[in-house]
Nanobody
């Protein structure tokens, strides 16, 4: 079992930056793959960025070069640094974790078993 708690959402103007954090508590956190997903009103949930237990990363094409995913050395804190934010980045962002052990960097929601409650990000033009 693992529990996930996001923080760091808020409101910024276009071009601004935000940092989201996901605190993971539970068993074998460091051995799990983790990811950030987002869902805007009226749209499907989409994978934003993923990181496996070895630190390898994967990004959605629309955020690559602007967002950076990382995790602490102990693996229990995951961060999403978001730069050059656009109005289309407005969504509720959730972190997710897989069962251990895990070595993929999937952006598909079916690859993850545990979810946080989400944190809201609003980017105004």
């Amino acid at each position: 079992q693992v529990r996930l708690l996001e923080s760091g959402g808020g409101s910024v103007q276009t071009g601004g930056s935000l940092t989201l954090s996901c605190a993971a508590t539970g068993d074998n956190v460091a051995s799990r793959c983790m990811a950030w997903f987002r869902q805007a009103p009226g749209k499907d949930r989409e994978g934003v960025a993923a990181i496996d237990s070895a630190g390898r990363t994967n990004y959605a094409s629309g955020v690559e070069g602007r967002f950076t995913i990382s995790r602490s050395s102990g693996g229990n804190t995951m961060t999403l640094q978001m730069n050059s934010l656009k109005p289309e980045d407005t969504a509720t962002y959730s972190c997710a974790a897989s069962v251990p052990p895990c070595y993929h960097q999937s952006l598909g929601h079916l690859a993850y078993n545990y979810w946080g409650q989400g944190t809201r990000v609003t980017v105004s033009s």
